[in-house]
Each structure stands twice: as structure tokens, then as C-alpha cells.
Nanobody
Framework: QVQLVESGGGLAQAGGSLRLSCAAS????????MGWYRQAPGKQREFVAH???????NYADSVKGRFTISRDNAKNTVYLQMNSLNPEDTAVYYC????????????WGQGTQVTVSS
């Protein structure tokens, strides 16, 4: 059973930065693509970024150039570095472990709140 635990959320000012981490249990991290999604109040969960095996990354247009996803296979951890934050980035951020090397989430973390003040 895979468990994903996010950390690093909190309060930031507009223009600031936060770094999210997601630690995965189990032995399938190294053979799985990983992703980050977010859900703002009253809105549907939306894609933020994912990183495939081999390091290929993909980002939502709204975060491109500001957010960076990375992974450390030795630590079973995926990161999301968020720079130049703005209030529209306020949401609960969820980590996903995908179905093999695909863009399809299979497991979800519990989420971590990110709040950006203007």
C-alpha cells in the first residue's frame, strides 16, 4: 500500500516562495511518475505539474516559469518549488503517485494548505 505525506505548506506573501515535499512509502516510487495538483475553495482539483521517470516535466500554463517539480529517488520524495507566488496560488496542494510512467494519478496524499496573502 502506497502512502503519500505532503509537507511544507503554510502562509506566504505575494512574491514569496514555498517548497512542498511529498514522501512516499512502499517500493514503487522509483517506477512511477509523480505529480502535484491543487484545489482552491469552490473549484475543481487541477493539474499543476508532473515529473516522469527520466526527469521529463510538464507544467500547467498558470505556473510555468514559477514552479519547479523535482524528485529524489534515494529519498522516495518529490518536491515542488514555488516562486513568485500570488494569491491565485492559494489552494490545498496534493501529491500524486501515478500509474507507472504515465500522467494518470493512482494514489493521493492528504494535501497541504498553501495560502498566499496580497
Amino acid at each position: 500500500q502506497v502512502q503519500l505525506v505532503e509537507s511544507g505548506g503554510g502562509l506566504a506573501q505575494a512574491g514569496g516562495s514555498l517548497r512542498l515535499s511529498c514522501a512516499a512509502s512502499g517500493n514503487t516510487f522509483r517506477v512511477s511518475a509523480m505529480g502535484w495538483y491543487r484545489q482552491a475553495p469552490g473549484k475543481q482539483r487541477e493539474f499543476v505539474a508532473h515529473i516522469m521517470l527520466g526527469g521529463t516535466t510538464n507544467y500547467a500554463d498558470s505556473v510555468k516559469g514559477r514552479f519547479t517539480i523535482s524528485r529524489d529517488n534515494a529519498k522516495n520524495t518529490v518536491y515542488l518549488q514555488m516562486n513568485s507566488l500570488n494569491p491565485e496560488d492559494t489552494a490545498v496542494y496534493y501529491c500524486s503517485q501515478n500509474d507507472g510512467n504515465t500522467a494518470y494519478p493512482l494514489y493521493w496524499g492528504q494535501g497541504t494548505q498553501v495560502t498566499v496573502s496580497s
